[in-house]
């Protein structure tokens, strides 16, 4: 294969859609596994692979994260099947010498507060945008979201760990007849130019 | 369709390999154009699209890029048939009441630099992935870095604007032959708990 059809295409990008209410129909773990195996996949700086996932599905995990949620968040996020915070680990760098072929890689980071910061958040970003585009890829919906109290999230999560989380984003079936209109998008002359 | 098949899941995710070697195959100005329009389908913060592209395609662009980029990004990027810059428009938020169904929008924003900061950040980040993913969707292969000088590459291509580069990424077909092995990914139990 050297192109992905229309119809792939359809599935992953053009009618993708972010979804707030969801169907009764459970995901199982097993998925949630396949799309990081997937997502996993996608090239980040140096292999560093800063993003870290807590999958939130129990009554239990729910009730710690409800409290950190913005009102118009907390309902669609109670409601759906899982939802994955994702986070980067500001200690990424530790796993490099496994990780990276330049056993050099650790102190391109290691004692570089401002480097680490950067490269964590941009590189956790795009492993989750990929996870985004794995779980589309295996039929699944998204409903990512910024709208929550991050130290929240952080003290309830991830609290004596180098994890800070970045966003979430419910997991599920989504609800085709609920959607809202779609939003414009910006054209190509109006995003970008061609030197 | 429900599900990408696996020759389909191989081209994006499982196959698909970071390049830094490129065949003399030319890339149209259409297929960049048709991978930006794949990408910006994908979902942003309140629809907010802060990514900006520059292709750098000519040689006078190479010339004015040269500078910016570290010893070893340097020749692969001179060679490779076009370079994305990936950069983030600070001001994104003046798009929104055009982008946007809530017309408050704009205000959640302006005047507001850490939140602008951030969002820009994140979502140009989440928009440069979908990139690279559109990319390989339609056949081409890519090369992301994040090696290169951003003060120079914002002064040589951004200057008196609001906007600012995030990473770069060569773009072509690559040349496989001259891979690198690849190297090792996080398992799941790594990288993901599930509560």
Chains 1, 2 share one sequence.
């Not at 964590?120 to 929550?148: H, K, V």
């Amino acid at each position: 294969m050297t192109q992905l059809d229309d119809t792939a295409l359809d599935l992953i990008f053009r009618q993708a859609r972010t979804h707030n209410y969801w169907l009764d129909k459970g995901v199982p773990d097993a998925l949630l596994r396949r799309a990081y195996d997937l997502a996993r996949m996608g090239p980040t700086s140096a292999n560093c692979q800063p993003m870290r996932v807590v999958f939130v599905r129990s009554k239990e995990a729910k009730a710690k994260f409800a409290p950190a949620l913005s009102q118009g968040n907390l309902a669609k996020t109670m409601a759906a099947p899982a939802t994955a915070i994702f986070g980067m680990d500001l200690e990424f760098y530790e796993a490099l010498p496994r990780m990276f072929h330049d056993p050099e890689a650790r102190s391109w980071f290691a004692g570089k507060p401002k480097v680490i910061e950067t490269t964590a958040f941009r590189n956790a970003t795009l492993q989750a945008a990929y996870f985004i585009l794995a779980a589309r890829s295996l039929g699944l919906d998204c409903g990512p979201m910024s709208g929550f109290d991050n130290a929240k999230v952080d003290s309830a999560f991830f609290a004596g760990t180098s994890i800070k989380s970045n966003f979430i984003c419910n997991i599920g079936y989504g609800d085709p007849a609920r959607l809202h209109p779609r939003n414009p998008r910006l054209d190509f002359d109006a995003a970008c130019r061609i030197e």
